[in-house]
């Protein structure tokens, strides 16, 4: 599979913990013999769930044991003051003292990333970390990169950039992209729209894809609807607006799959039809599945931080688990961190110089 | 009906004009005998289209000729420098100068949006006029009325207030929503959560809806996963995200529709499933079928301009006339002016008061 590993995990964070994670983490652990676990959480939680089943995790994984639990509704601010001793909190730690080299959580996101900013530390030149998502796309790719999904509300040019220098680093190794194709998200693709922080990092994101050796194309503004046509693999925007983005898909997602229910079951040539399209529906539902992509990953910090969805079952976390995996042998932090001291330059150089010319919408 | 009306309509914007205009505009006389047409465009290329299927028509509609027309891709600034002589500045005009109760145009949004503040002007204490668009709901009431769809890429707290007020009065309207639910989109539901501005308007909604003559009842915050489960009837954010969540929307609306056409051509049994599932998708299709709500509002100028979809076709483009109709009649323009006078105190109190804390995320 690949090296050995040691991932560090939260297990206690999300609605369905530990079961999720202790079947999760085994689940993976069956097609990966080279990963080491050690969890963090109340033991007698824990132990109940290791059984005949999770037998492969034998002499893989160590309890590290602490009563406190971050709640999903913890306030991040009041979890960094008074977490020190939570469950999320020491599975970041084994992060930063080097025992694993990532760390996965299904907890609650805002806690974990405020107690990543001060236990990881940002990356140099880094301000603002983002978390970045894999979006399903109609493309060759099956998947593009979306950053930032909700790290932070707010985002300048710069932070732009940077997300972008970031993404591209992570499209190489989840999307095999050899050289990503690059946008921002606007609400429209003609260069006089959109907000001026929008407009200037599309002006620096051009000057440095100028450079042969960026590793990255510019492809100019994207809109939202044009995400899942494969137009781009990475696409940054703020992180509120690229919550909201998310969520909208969810929503609307959620709508049409609960009135295709209603429609199968209206009457009996429907509920015939029903059963003739079982399979057809289900090789869509695989195909779309949030819980086979499931993990956002924080970029940007100083070690590696993967968040699994609150509500994934084993399969869900399964999948944030093997994400971390990946990117911990591809050694994202480290590529990161040099292709940003690569950038950094051009994006102070570009962001300093005269910003574009204001909306003329 | 309802009492006699006149319409203006731009009889060249969209992609599908003339011929889904006057198609459309013929639809709605068939069902509707109290409104008139003034025709704005290139009498030429309007006049063909009259046959014996619109005969419906006749005696019912005027063309004012004009042969510039603004294109799809024209800039917004241009346009209004440039395009006096338009259909669709001529539509607008209309408007202004009484001869028509409210215009709709298939057209150029930012070059519309643009023209209509020159030629309808602001209400009285608007700064930022707003496209309210109705998104489909499971909810009791069918639809949902989110606003600004991309009027603007800004909106400060003030903004957000009056957003709220004008989208009370369409829901009352529209949604038959005597007491309308407010709420803000934001990226989580707690009160800590969010940009500035977004914390602020809730808070000045907050204040607003405590006196028993508001009209409305303020929920707080939404995620945008939560506007098709109908929980708020009146859903407001700045242009930039709401436009963003829409055509996110759109876009895996599109994807799953894609994919499911797909999964239904894939083998025999599919095809057969197909075939019974017909009538299924066909009662899904038409009860999220975008063709049927179409239209997005001007909110927050001193006269009524409706907005249809550029790819609309007739039946599309009959909705949006249908709705500048039901708008029209319901006196909004006059009742928006209303509620914003007696509310702008409220609103102006309440910004000016200390900020609420700072994000503590």
Redesign the interface.
Known sequence: MGHEITLSIDAMGGDNAPASVINGIAALARVDPDIRFLLHGRAEEIEPHFTKRTRVLEGRYEIRHTDDVIEM?A???VAVRRGRASSLWRALESVRDGEASAMVSAGNT?AM??MALFCLRRANGVDRPAIAALW???GQREHCIVLDM?AD??ADAADLAKYAVMGTEYARIALGADRPRVAV?N??V?E????PEVKEAAEILREMAKRDDSGFEFTGFI???????GAADVIV?D???G??????????????S???R???E??W??R??????I???R??KR??DPRRVNGGVFLGLDGLAVKSHGSADATGFSAAVELAATMSRADVINRIAGQLEFSLDSIKAASDSPAPAE???
């Open positions: 509704d306030k991040p601010a805002g990333m405020a399903p796309t109609r909700g509300v707010r998200l609400v429209g003609e006089t729209k959109g907000r809109e939202a609807n044009a995400i899942p046509t925007t992180g509120f607006t919550n909201v983005a998310l969520k909208s898909a969810e929503g609307i997602a959620q709508f049409i609960g009135h295709l209603g429609a199968f209206h009457d040539t429907s015939l039809a029903a059963l003739f399209a399979g057809s529906l090789r869509l195909r779309i909306d003329d919408q």
